[in-house]
């Protein structure tokens, strides 16, 4: 049987609904305003919509930070998804591996971020693209990995016995048993791996070279002079674009409820 909610605890619930999300509402509206600054509404504009259409430089950077975050989400996804699968058939040790993965999910985002630097800087790495992508893929694939090892927790192990006595290899097992029974927690993985790139600073912000950037190191640097409204129209695209991955995450999360033999948990 299911708890009931009392009422007391969803106007809670709503209450910190409303404050967590009043700030974006607030970046919104305001994001219409004819006026240059967030001190009052003057009137209703689309100007700083065109504004951005024009800013071919804010544009690139955008599209670094989109490639940057789909790039990063894929490779860790790959790679944590394999790391998961490995920790999972471990014998011995098991708990220790998942720790040190834990153990740099709470690690400060300016240790990470000064660790790489050094490490670039003693490969011989140049700052840029490329340091910014192996870096946010490598902050990425514990998360990925803390999302997929629960779905094979869940798993039960006799659907792997039974695909083995009926002469299935491993490579069959992997892509016909264990792929489409965690796929759901792949997908869970790639999207936080996603939401934690578009949305990491400080990491970025040491690895990061001159002639690359990202949207967070661009509005952190046009911060020290003021912010233009422009920037409210972006931050808007992108919020109702999150808003968009996160109803396609629902989408697959629903249909990932059909299990082999066309099952329903």
Not at 46 to 57: K, Q
Not at 113 to 124: C, D, E, P, V, Y
Not at 173 to 196: D, E, Q, R, S, W
């Amino acid at each position: 049987m299911q708890a009931k909610v009392s009422p007391a605890a969803k106007i809670f619930l709503m209450v910190v609904i409303l404050i967590l999300y009043a700030p974006i509402f607030y970046l919104v509206i305001y994001s219409f305003n004819s006026g240059g600054s967030m001190s009052g509404f003057e009137g209703f504009t689309l100007d700083w919509y065109r504004e951005l259409l024009g800013d071919t430089r804010l544009l690139i950077i955008v599209l670094n930070t989109l490639v940057i975050a789909l790039l990063s989400a894929l490779f860790a996804t790959i790679f944590g998804t394999l790391g998961a699968i490995w920790i999972y058939n471990l014998k011995r040790a098991k708990n220790t591996v998942i720790g040190l993965n834990n153990v740099l999910m709470v690690s400060p985002d300016v240790i990470i971020g000064a660790s790489f630097l050094i490490l670039f800087t003693i490969a011989g790495i140049r700052l840029g693209f490329y340091s910014v992508l192996l870096s946010h893929i490598a902050f990425s694939i514990p998360i990925v990995v803390l999302m997929v090892l629960p779905k094979l927790s869940e798993m039960n192990p006799t659907l792997i016995d039974a695909a083995k006595d009926l002469g299935a290899t491993r490579w069959g097992v992997l892509t016909k048993v264990i792929i489409p029974y965690i796929t759901p927690g792949i997908f869970a993985g790639f999207f936080m791996a996603l939401t934690y790139s578009l949305d990491d600073f400080a990491v970025t912000f040491f690895v990061t070279g001159n002639g690359f950037s990202t949207l967070s190191i661009e509005i952190y640097s046009m911060a020290r002079q003021g912010i233009s409204l422009h920037i409210n129209a972006l931050s808007t695209l992108l919020f109702f674009f999150t808003l968009i991955l996160v109803g396609i995450y629902y989408i697959i999360s629903q249909r990932g409820g059909i299990r082999l033999g066309g099952l329903r948990r």
